[in-house]
């Protein structure tokens, strides 16, 4: 059977979390700490504000894990509406432990109407991107047949670039953006990528922790793709991207962490080793980055001023 690529990732991915705990595969920002979800509800709640306080407080989440950051976001935030959008019936159930008045979507579309906002991380990485690949005669696409790649010639619209260059279209992320500036929502999106669009391959394959082949045995790793936030910011009315490191300091990450580590000195060390990992260079504190897709007449979101 020969596939488009994006096609198989999104097939191979929806199977991996149907079936795995991804959590034993990678960690993730609200896994380390319970100050990221924190700092986030309390940055819902604050651009709810800036929004005109409308009548309901409808706080969405896309890809919500175990519904950790949920969790700890409704400790600062008790009042919002919360809505979650996830594909995977093992990590709702997971996500219902932890947050048991969520309401489930499987998109966008079946959400109420009116102002909301919606948080996403590591969402957007998930999602398949279509490779191409310049050749001597044109643009080819590719294509996955027998768990090796293949190349087809591609009309799609490209720039120029030398043979051999390979670029990424994320038309989900892109579809999905489009959907939320058509019904006005602020959206923070935190995932991996670099500041500017990038060319080569940036998909990978993590299985039992360790790289694997992204080809090999679909279902049994996660796929995931640099998003390319230039790509976004580029087509939508956005602020950002930042640094998360900029994002989550500005937003007190480490005041927050020292009055818990205060509170609970047996807690301390992890807490601080957590806030140290999710701001270091080498860490994860610079390739991820926060954006914001939000109208334009909204004054500049906290954590987003630099
Ligand atoms: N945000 C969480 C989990 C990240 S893993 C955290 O930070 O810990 C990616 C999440 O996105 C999982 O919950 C996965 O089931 C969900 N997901 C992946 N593709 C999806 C899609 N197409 N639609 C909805 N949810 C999706």
Same mark, same amino acid.
């Given at each position: 059977? =020969?596939?488009?690529?994006?096609?198989?990732?999104?097939?191979? /991915?929806?199977?991996?979390?149907?079936?795995?705990?991804?959590?034993?595969?990678?960690?993730?920002?609200?896994?380390?700490? *319970?100050?990221?979800?924190?700092?986030?509800?309390?940055?819902?709640?604050?651009?709810? *504000?800036?929004?005109?306080?409308?009548?309901?407080?409808?706080?969405?989440?896309?890809? +919500?894990?175990?519904?950790?950051?949920?969790?700890?976001?409704? $400790?600062?935030? +008790?009042?919002?509406?919360?809505?979650?959008?996830?594909?995977?019936?093992?990590?709702?159930?997971?996500?219902?432990? $932890?947050?048991?008045?969520?309401?489930?979507?499987?998109?966008?579309?079946? @959400?109420?109407?009116?102002?909301?906002?919606?948080?996403?991380?590591?969402?957007?990485? =998930?999602? +398949?991107?279509?490779?191409?690949?310049?050749? *001597?005669?044109?643009?080819?696409?590719?294509?996955?047949?027998?768990?090796?790649?293949?190349?087809?010639?591609?009309?799609?619209?490209?720039?120029?670039?030398?043979?051999?260059?390979?670029?990424?279209? /994320?038309?989900?992320?892109?579809?999905?953006?489009?959907?939320?500036?058509?019904?006005?929502?602020?959206?923070?999106?935190?995932?991996?990528?670099?500041?500017?669009?990038?060319?080569?391959?940036?998909?990978?394959?993590? $299985?039992?922790?360790?790289?694997?082949?992204?080809?090999?045995?679909?279902?049994?790793?996660?796929?995931?793709?640099?998003?390319?936030?230039?790509?976004?910011?580029?087509?939508?009315?956005?602020?950002?991207?930042?640094?998360? /490191?900029?994002?989550?300091?500005?937003?007190?990450?480490?005041?927050?962490?020292?009055?818990?580590?205060?509170? /609970?000195?047996?807690?301390?060390?992890?807490?601080?080793?957590?806030?140290?990992?999710?701001?270091?260079?080498?860490?994860?504190?610079? @390739?991820?980055?926060?954006?914001?897709?939000?109208?334009?007449?909204?004054?500049?979101?906290?954590?987003?001023?630099?």
């Amino acid at each position: 059977m =020969a596939e488009r690529f994006d096609h198989f990732m999104a097939r191979a /991915n929806a199977a991996y979390y149907a079936t795995h705990n991804p959590f034993e595969d990678f960690t993730t920002a609200p896994e380390l700490t *319970q100050v990221f979800g924190e700092l986030l509800g309390a940055w819902a709640k604050t651009v709810w *504000q800036m929004m005109g306080a409308p009548e309901h407080r409808l706080l969405v989440e896309a890809g +919500p894990g175990r519904g950790t950051l949920m969790r700890d976001a409704l $400790r600062v935030w +008790p009042e919002a509406e919360v809505h979650f959008i996830e594909t995977s019936p093992r990590l709702r159930e997971e996500q219902r432990a $932890r947050v048991p008045q969520a309401i489930w979507h499987d998109s966008l579309a079946s @959400l109420p109407p009116g102002p909301m906002i919606l948080l996403a991380n590591e969402f957007l990485d =998930a999602l +398949p991107v279509r490779q191409f690949i310049r050749t *001597q005669t044109g643009w080819a696409e590719r294509w996955v047949e027998n768990g090796t790649y293949t190349e087809r010639p591609s009309e799609f619209p490209l720039p120029d670039d030398p043979v051999g260059t390979i670029r990424e279209i /994320n038309e989900a992320a892109l579809a999905f953006c489009a959907a939320l500036e058509a019904r006005g929502a602020v959206a923070l999106f935190i995932d991996y990528g670099p500041m500017q669009s990038a060319a080569g391959s940036s998909v990978q394959a993590i $299985r039992a922790g360790k790289y694997a082949d992204p080809l090999a045995e679909p279902g049994a790793a996660d796929l995931t793709a640099h998003v390319d936030f230039a790509a976004i910011a580029s087509r939508f009315s956005t602020q950002g991207p930042v640094k998360q /490191n900029a994002f989550l300091t500005a937003l007190g990450l480490f005041q927050r962490t020292d009055f818990l580590a205060q509170k /609970n000195p047996e807690q301390a060390e992890a807490l601080r080793l957590s806030a140290r990992r999710l701001t270091a260079p080498e860490a994860m504190g610079s @390739l991820f980055k926060a954006l914001v897709l939000c109208p334009k007449e909204l004054p500049k979101l906290p954590g987003l001023e630099s």
